[in-house]
């Protein structure tokens, strides 16, 4: 059975990667900081699911929860936070806090599984980053900083990995229905003064789609990229934004 780490696996994305991967017959260790959530998904996916406590910005706690498992196949550093404020208002706490779990966190999980990928000629690594890792928004300086970080760090492990059994891509989303994005709206209407609702109308309105992207559909893209057929992409990113915005 391959075995599969998922991070930030608790809830949204995440939550919907590690049913997706488990109901394709791998194991996956779900990881996040909320052991409840972690024991719940593991009680309810259709597969063998097993809950491990990590925060993957602490160096040590990393270490630890990887060196417990066995040889990793498959990666997949999804954990994240978001913030949202003009740069002059931006806070080095918000800064920092950024950059240790979006693109510190992806590292450290990177580094622990990459040596054993590399000596078994064998895995997959995908980082869910963003549409902001590719391109700047306003209020948004902390977190395109550290998504842009975290593609630039899967396009050097692609550089680095070529020509073996390993391959390292990222999947760009543009607003996925998830607690993350509630906080966005909820951010909106406070602004904006807005009704309750008037936040996601404002939301999709700046999305070609019409609509937001839902978790299982960015859990697709990962299922691909880590699936055999994918084993010649690369160094890749998979933007899932229905075509762009406005
Ligand atoms: P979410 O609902 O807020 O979930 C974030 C997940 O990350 C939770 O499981 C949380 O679990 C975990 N997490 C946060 N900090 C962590 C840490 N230090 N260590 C370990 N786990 C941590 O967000 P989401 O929307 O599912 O986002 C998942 C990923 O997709 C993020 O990287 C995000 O940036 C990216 N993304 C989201 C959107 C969007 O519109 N929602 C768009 C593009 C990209 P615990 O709190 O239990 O630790």
Known sequence: MTVAVVTGASRGIG????QDLASRGHQVVAMARNRTALEALAREAAGDVVPIVCDVSDE????????????VDILVNNAGAATSNPVHRTTLTQW?????VNATGPFLCTRAVLRGMRQRDHGRIVTIASVAGLSGGRYIAAYAASKHAAV???RVVAAEVRGSGVTANAVCPSYVRT????????AIEERSG???GSGEAILVAQMGLGRLIEPEEVAAAVAYLVSPAAAAVNGEVIVIDGGGGE
């Open 179 to 186: 607690a993350m994005t509630d906080n966005t709206v909820a």
């Open 152 to 154: 630039g760090l899967i």
């Open 15 to 18: 939550r919907a990667i590690t």
């Open 60 to 71: 040590n706690a990393v270490n630890e929860a990887f060196a417990g498992l066995g040889d």
């Open 96 to 100: 920092d806090e950024m950059l240790r």
């Open 194 to 196: 807005g009704a309750a």
